[in-house]
């Protein structure tokens, strides 16, 4: 049998998100290497179906789809589920700084809890790739206080704080 990220759908929405990202690299590498490995840590923490796949690859796509927002937002409500739709939606952010983006997507996720655990698994890859450890250390406490504090997969929790230092 097929694994589900081979079946058509998900091939289809991975080559879309690959063309989205294609301007990125994430600590030197093709951005499909932070998706793949934001997968590898849902996996690691049991967040391991269809859906969980899904928010993987595009977690990040309608924040980095620049001019494309529409075609993005399209393109995903015809073939992304509902809860998919939903957290990706709480995890995307709009403001004119990092600061502004970040109180955005908090304010989402806390609206919508189900998303904190996607978060903290994103968190913590960016965490632990090179180059970015100390930016998302100065947000830790905020971070911690909102969005940690919702998150239920103590995996997740767990290595969020091992990733943290603590």
């Not at 001019?67 to 995903?76: H, I, L, T």
């Not at 809890?113 to 996607?118: F, G, I, L, T, V």
């Not at 180059?131 to 206080?145: A, P, Q, S, W």
Request: aromatic share 10%; proline share 3%; with cysteine.
């Amino acid at each position: 049998m097929m694994h589900f990220s081979q079946q058509p759908d998900a091939v289809e929405i991975f080559d879309f998100v690959c063309d989205i990202h294609a301007h990125q690299q994430h600590s030197g590498e093709p951005y499909s290497h932070h998706l793949l490995g934001v997968w590898g840590i849902y996996r690691e923490a049991g967040l391991a179906s269809p859906d969980d796949y899904l928010i993987a690859l595009t977690h990040d796509a309608v924040d980095d789809s620049r001019d494309r927002k529409a075609e993005v937002e399209a393109f995903f409500a015809s073939r992304l589920p509902s809860f998919v739709l939903r957290v990706v939606h709480a995890m995307s952010a709009v403001g004119h700084n990092r600061k502004a983006r970040n109180q955005d997507w908090m304010a989402r996720i806390e609206a919508f809890p189900q998303a904190a655990n996607y978060k903290v698994g994103d968190r913590i890859f960016n965490m632990e790739a090179a180059g970015k450890r100390d930016m998302y250390l100065r947000e830790d406490e905020e971070f911690t206080r909102r969005i940690v504090a919702l998150a239920t997969n103590q995996y997740l929790i767990d290595r969020y704080h091992k990733a943290a230092g603590r």
